[in-house]
């Protein structure tokens, strides 16, 4: 039972343009959500979060949507840069504060210069 | 701080064999997990510590998985007769849980990761 579902395995965009990684759920008691960034060889970066009472929250050149009727949340990167190149996850947690985290599978971002 | 150190980063056994990783959080958190990442897959949620104490297991969790966190310091995640279906990198990553959403935000090590023939 995938809970967190990243459809795009795979996205490609040039430098400068946006990103737009989507991420589906199904469990509505999610209340806090997160995207991840993971380069190989690391372990995964927090980039930013969100939490359910929220719909919007940006950070520089990421700003993370919640659409909680349609159980979607999309991260948005503008502009683009080849350094932000790497496996982005998006994770949910439906119990606020326990750090127990349920992950998406990924998609692997590419930013072409 | 270095942040959240794992070791060993790579560990090759054979079937049958046990194996012990180990992890050392970030010094201020209070929080420690340990989650399970096999190709293709996001990170997966095995067990986590609050100081000492070990709160909550996921059935991923066989019987020949156990993990300690003496002292609410360090953690361990041993395996006995590790199995092929074991082979995955192992994720340890810590949070200070202070009130707020702080707890979920996860800072991860590099990982270590198993193979096993």
């Known amino acids: 039972d995938q809970q967190v579902k990243q459809n795009s395995p795979s996205l490609s965009v040039q430098e400068g343009r946006i990103s737009i990684l989507n991420c589906d759920y199904t469990?509505?008691?999610?209340?806090?959500f997160l995207w991840y960034k993971k380069y190989p060889a690391e372990g995964p970066t927090f980039l930013i979060s969100?939490?359910?009472?929220?719909d919007k929250n940006e950070d520089g050149r990421f700003t993370v949507f919640l659409n909680k009727s349609a159980k979607h949340l999309s991260l948005h990167i503008v502009p683009s840069q080849p350094g932000d190149s790497a496996v982005y996850f998006c994770?949910?947690?439906?119990?606020?504060?326990?750090?127990?985290?349920?992950f998406g599978q990924g998609t692997t971002l590419q930013v072409k210069p | 701080d270095t942040g959240v150190s794992q070791n060993p980063r790579h560990k090759i056994t054979k079937r049958g064999q046990n194996v012990t990783f180990r992890c050392d959080p970030i010094?201020?958190?209070?929080?420690l997990y340990w989650y399970r990442q096999t190709l293709g897959q996001g990170p997966e949620f095995l067990t986590y510590?609050?100081?000492?104490?070990?709160?909550?297991k996921s059935r991923l969790l066989s019987d020949r998985f156990s993990a300690e966190r003496p002292k609410g310091s360090f953690s361990t995640l041993e395996i006995q007769r590790t199995e092929q279906g074991d082979s995955a990198m192992y994720l340890c990553?810590?949070?200070?849980?202070?009130?707020?959403?702080?707890?979920?935000?996860?800072?991860f090590g590099a990982g270590s990761r198993l193979t096993v023939l």
């Open positions: 994770a949910a947690s439906r119990s606020s504060n326990t750090g127990k985290l349920i």
């Open positions: 510590f609050q100081n000492e104490a070990q709160l909550e």
């Open positions: 010094s201020e958190h209070n929080r």
């Open positions: 990553a810590s949070s200070f849980s202070g009130g707020g959403f702080g707890a979920n935000v996860l800072t």
């Open positions: 469990n509505s008691m999610f209340d806090y």
């Open positions: 969100i939490s359910s009472i929220k």
